[in-house]
């Protein structure tokens, strides 16, 4: 049967809901769909990868197309895109996020299938959002998460100060977070993504649909748990005897002997009593052969409870 129309396109093709389902798309380079842009079936035939948090099903035959579009780079479905079935065939690669279509995923044909399990989110719900090839986005205070589809993004999201989710879906997408006191949830759809999170964040990669993906921790800067180094210890102690406590990283240490938790900053407590001539210890009487050790963990010089100005105005109101 042939199809009522088709199509020829020449550069990136977005499908927004205005073609007649059901729409055959062949010959393209990528394809990205966003969530709920197909409201039928997805039939995937012939692509090179299919990367998937869509649960992967066996459906009918694909319908015979209204309309038939052939392209020659990327395409991107749009929420609603589709009114009703899709397929797609002879195309590159293929990234489904969660929830992007009412119906079936099914895959015949391709050389690989990287899936996972739906993560339990809502990408329509995340505040800060970029879609398609190359973009840059720089946001702050986010209060659910971040979304990208596409390839080739650079996302910076600053004073991160709750727990959010990252949805990365497409491929070459580098994303920072940085803030204090959150957990970034980060998943995966595609390959060769990296998202870093600042020494003050915690992260853990929920889901990963895909390879070469990576989650970069920057190390919790050590200088931060030291409330007094020795020079600051010895000038406070003037003339005559004293006893003092300081702090100095620990070398060569990956494990906090207090908490028992790998950690990137230990610090050990030492305590020094000695005979003072103009803040110099002249003469110790002893010293502490086995000092306490804390870490970012454990150490309450990690967590820092001041607020922002922000968070200040809110708590006015």
């Known amino acids: ?3 009522d129309r088709t199509v020829s396109s020449t550069g990136d093709l977005t499908l927004a809901g205005s073609e007649s389902p059901p729409v055959s798309v062949t010959d393209t380079a990528d394809v990205f769909l966003r969530a709920e842009s197909v409201a039928g079936d997805v039939h995937v035939t012939d ?26 780079e990327d395409a991107y479905a749009e929420p609603g895109g589709v009114g009703g079935d899709l397929t797609l065939s002879n195309v590159a690669d293929v990234f489904v996020p969660v929830d992007a279509a009412d119906g079936t995923l099914s895959v015949l044909g391709s050389e690989n299938v990287y899936s ?8 329509g719900a995340c505040d800060v959002v970029s879609h398609g090839w ?17 390839a080739g993004h650079d996302v910076t999201v600053d004073r ?19 803030g204090r006191g959150g957990e970034v949830s980060v998943h995966f759809c595609g390959y060769d993504n990296s998202v870093s ?24 800067p050590v200088e931060d748990l030291v409330e007094q180094s020795k020079r600051e210890a010895c000038e406070t102690a003037g003339f005559g005897r004293h006893k003092v406590v300081y702090q100095e990283p620990a070398t060569d240490e990956e494990w906090c002997g207090n908490c028992g938790e790998p950690a990137d900053a230990i610090v050990e407590r030492h305590q020094m009593e000695a005979f003072f001539l103009f803040s110099y210890p002249v003469w110790v009487y002893e010293r502490s052969t086995n000092p306490a050790t804390e870490c970012e963990h454990c150490s309450p010089n990690a967590h820092d409870a001041t607020l922002t100005s922000e968070e200040r105005r809110k708590v006015l109101q």
Do not use: C, K
Not at 48 to 71: K, M, N, W
């Open 116 to 123: 996972a399990s739906a993560p339990d989110l809502d990408p």
């Open 197 to 220: 999170v600042g020494p003050y964040l915690g992260s853990t990669v929920e889901s990963d649909a895909g390879f070469g993906n990576a989650v970069d921790e920057e190390p919790f």
């Open 134 to 150: 190359q973009q840059r986005t720089r946001a702050s205070d986010p209060d659910t998460g971040v979304y990208v589809t596409g």
């Open 1 to 3: 049967m042939t199809a």
């Open 160 to 178: 991160v100060r709750t727990d959010v989710d990252v949805y990365v879906v497409g491929w070459g997408h580098e994303i920072h977070l940085d």
């Open 47 to 72: 692509a090179e990868y299919v990367f998937t948090h869509q649960t992967l099903g066996q459906s009918a035959e694909p319908p015979d197309p209204r309309t038939r579009i052939q392209g020659d």
